[in-house]
């Protein structure tokens, strides 16, 4: 499993759009990038998951440069609610999952 | 609608009382787990199971053990809590058919039981 930096916290401002980069130089050719989110006293919820290049849902959208050796996601117009830890994990499709420290994002009104 | 169910969702132990924690899901999913998440940490796996096959991490102590007695039902098992199992304990599912045939490998998570130890 390939190990994962991230900023341990952030703040933002309501309205305002979010980014968190997580870098990961030995992520595997037979790996994905997938982040959670958790909200306190909560279960870790899915939120995106890719490969390469971008991917876009409802929530966010996930920025893979060519050499894949980190990730972005990117949190359009955030607000009060979005604050939550993210966890950014590397692996295989079927890897059992290693959460690392996660980054602690704090909206401000 | 189809979901990961913890119960109880809050449980006080003794000191060394045995304590069960359950897990049921209604997703028919092969793959379930359960993580240990200690207050400000990031949850640490302890076991999972592909359909009945029990995988054990190395670092689980011999102390918490696991069911699972059939697809929908999973449970954790901490034969002697200590003060330092005090945590708030996770179950998460996965398909292995989503990962293999769809390409996308998601954990569904229930909403975690809170055990303290007095």
């Known amino acids: 499993l390939a190990k994962t930096t991230q900023p341990i916290s952030m703040d933002s401002y309501e309205g305002q759009e979010v980014n968190i980069t997580c870098s990961h130089n030995n992520i595997a050719t037979n790996d994905y990038i997938t982040w959670y989110q958790q909200f306190p006293s909560q279960g870790p919820r899915f939120i995106i998951q890719?490969?390469?290049t971008k991917v876009t849902n409802e929530v966010a959208s996930l920025f893979i440069p060519a050499d894949r050796k980190s990730s972005t996601l990117s949190l359009p117009r955030v607000s009060l609610s979005d604050t939550a830890v993210y966890y950014c994990l590397v692996g295989e499709l079927d890897d059992k999952i290693i959460f690392g420290k996660g980054t602690r994002l704090h909206i401000l009104p | 609608d189809a979901m990961v169910i913890q119960n109880p969702r809050y449980q006080v132990t003794q000191f060394g009382k045995p304590v069960t924690l359950s897990c049921s899901q209604t997703l028919n999913h092969n793959v379930m787990y359960w993580y240990q998440q200690k207050s400000s940490q990031a949850p640490k796996l302890l076991f999972h199971y592909y359909d009945k096959d029990f995988n054990n991490e190395a670092d689980t102590p011999d102390n918490f053990q696991s069911r699972r007695p059939n697809t929908s039902f999973c449970f954790l098992d901490i034969r002697s809590p200590g003060l330092g199992d005090a945590a708030m304990y996770l179950c998460?599912?996965?398909?292995?058919?989503?990962?293999?045939?769809?390409?996308?490998?998601?954990?569904?998570f229930g909403p975690g039981t809170r055990l303290t130890v007095t």
């Open positions: 890719g490969y390469k």
């Open positions: 998460a599912t996965s398909s292995l058919f989503e990962g293999t045939v769809l390409g996308l490998y998601e954990q569904y």
